[in-house]
């Protein structure tokens, strides 16, 4: 059965890989993202998926603009909360626009997605919600105290969620992705995945895009409806938990 998906940051990357996983699976698929025009508009030449642009860190643009697609679509039954950005710096050189950034979009980004879609989820007893966190909010990383932190906050934010929504028929799932073969990978010179990279992961690879978007479409089905409150390591061994 085919429902109306919001996917964040969906035309690039991990995102983009759901977009079209979440086509391919039969629901009308709505890509948001923020600032790169052209490649979105060439994503959506090439999948014919349409594209919002909006920030998530602004509750009132996600309001207005998933007041939009719902005019142009009907109800957002599924929202996949992928939209991330990283400011990266040790913590003694980390300033407030560094945090403040990073929490915006990848934490507070949740709510301002998710407040706005939840209601019509309740009064039809009928809603999957998907959260990309990471193998960093689980186990932490140098340098990245702000985006270890958001990605900490949407699991808590993921199992808070998950008790109020079971009885009305929403799950509300979060996917902690390890290294994935993106385009911010392949900036890595070859000599520090096979030296430092690659050694910790068990399986000996890095993760692939559409391997997180098989993950997704499961939690978005009828199947995966006993399913809430869980976090998906998707990482290849390389953090468990």
């Given at each position: ?32 993202y ?37 005019a ?14 990283t ?15 990073v ?28 959260n ?5 909010g ?9 985006y ?11 199992k ?8 009305k ?14 385009d911010?990978?392949?900036t ?39 399913i ?14």
């Amino acid at each position: 059965m085919g429902r109306v998906a919001i996917v964040t940051g969906g035309s690039r990357g991990i995102g983009a890989a759901i977009s079209k996983a979440l086509k391919a699976a039969g629901h009308t698929v709505v890509a948001t993202y923020a600032g790169n025009d052209e490649k979105a508009n060439a994503f959506k030449d090439d999948t014919g998926i349409p594209v919002h642009k909006w920030d998530v860190s602004s509750f009132e643009a996600c309001s207005e603009g998933i007041a939009k697609v719902e005019a142009e679509h009907g109800p957002v039954e599924i929202l996949v909360n992928n939209a991330g950005i990283t400011k990266d710096a040790m913590f003694h050189k980390m300033t407030p626009e560094h945090w403040q950034a990073v929490i915006g979009t990848n934490l507070s980004g949740l709510f301002n997605m998710t407040r706005p879609v939840w209601e019509g989820m309740r009064e039809r007893n009928f809603g999957r919600i998907i959260n990309i966190s990471s193998i960093n909010g689980q186990k932490g990383q140098a340098g990245q105290a702000n985006y270890s932190a958001a990605k900490a906050g949407d699991l808590g934010f993921t199992k808070a969620l998950a008790l109020e929504g079971a009885k009305k028929g929403i799950t509300v799932n979060a996917i902690c992705p390890g290294y994935i073969n993106t385009d911010m990978m392949a900036t890595i010179s070859d000599d520090v995945m096979q030296k430092h990279i690659l050694p910790q992961i068990p399986v000996g690879r890095l993760g692939e895009a559409d391997e997180i978007a098989r993950c997704v479409v499961f939690l978005a089905s009828d199947d995966a409806g006993f399913i809430t409150g869980s976090t998906l390591s998707a990482n290849g061994g390389q953090y468990m938990d």
